[in-house]
Structures are given as structure tokens and as C-alpha cells.
Nanobody, 121 residues
Framework: QVQVVESGGGEVQPGGALRLSCAVS????????MGWYRQAPGKQRDLVATITSAGKTTYADSVKGRFAVTRDNAKNTVTLEMNSLKPEDTAVYFC???????????????WGQGTQVTVSS
């Protein structure tokens, strides 16, 4: 059974920094993409940053230049370094893994439980 476990998060003042980490375990097949989404109260879940097994990254426009996503393929971990945090970054952050199923090239999505990030003075 695939498990996606996040760590990090918390409360920080505007301009501060936080690091989120995520580890995936229990997968039989390789992970195509890993990354982070976030959901603020009353809003939909949106992409923050993702990284493929080849190292290709995608960022939301709102976090470009402030956030950095990295990945350790050998350990099945992904990290999000968040700098220059703003109040509008406040949300629950979810780790996401897109994993091959072993059937042709089909993949499945797995999610962590989410971790709260609050940016407030």
C-alpha cells in the first residue's frame, strides 16, 4: 500500500522561510512526478510545484523565484523550500505522487494528508 507522508509546515512571519518534506513508500513501480499542491479555505486545490523523475520542474506563477522543489529519486522524497513567504501563501499543503501502475504506461495519483502553512504577523 502506497503511503505519502509529509513533514514540516507551521507558522512563520511574512518574509520568512519554511521547508516541507515528503516521503513515499510502499510503491511497487517507479514514481513519475512528485510535488506539492495547496488549498486555502474556500478555494480549490492548486498546483504549487512539481518535479519529474528526469528533474523537469513546473511552478505556479505566484511562487516562481521564491519556492524551489527538489527530489531524491533513490529515497522517493521531495522537498519544497519556501522563501519570502507572503500571507497569501497560507494554505494546507498536500504532497502528491504520480506513480506508474505496472499496466502499460498508466499512472495513478496518491496524496498525503496535508500540512498547514500559516504566514502571519
Amino acid at each position: 500500500q502506497v503511503q505519502v507522508v509529509e513533514s514540516g509546515g507551521g507558522e512563520v512571519q511574512p518574509g520568512g522561510a519554511l521547508r516541507l518534506s515528503c516521503a513515499v513508500s510502499g510503491n511497487r513501480f517507479s514514481i513519475y512526478a512528485m510535488g506539492w499542491y495547496r488549498q486555502a479555505p474556500g478555494k480549490q486545490r492548486d498546483l504549487v510545484a512539481t518535479i519529474t523523475s528526469a528533474g523537469k520542474t513546473t511552478y505556479a506563477d505566484s511562487v516562481k523565484g521564491r519556492f524551489a522543489v527538489t527530489r531524491d529519486n533513490a529515497k522517493n522524497t521531495v522537498t519544497l523550500e519556501m522563501n519570502s513567504l507572503k500571507p497569501e501563501d497560507t494554505a494546507v499543503y498536500f504532497c502528491h505522487a504520480n506513480i506508474y501502475t505496472g499496466v502499460l504506461t498508466f499512472r495513478a495519483d496518491f496524496w498525503g494528508q496535508g500540512t498547514q502553512v500559516t504566514v502571519s504577523s
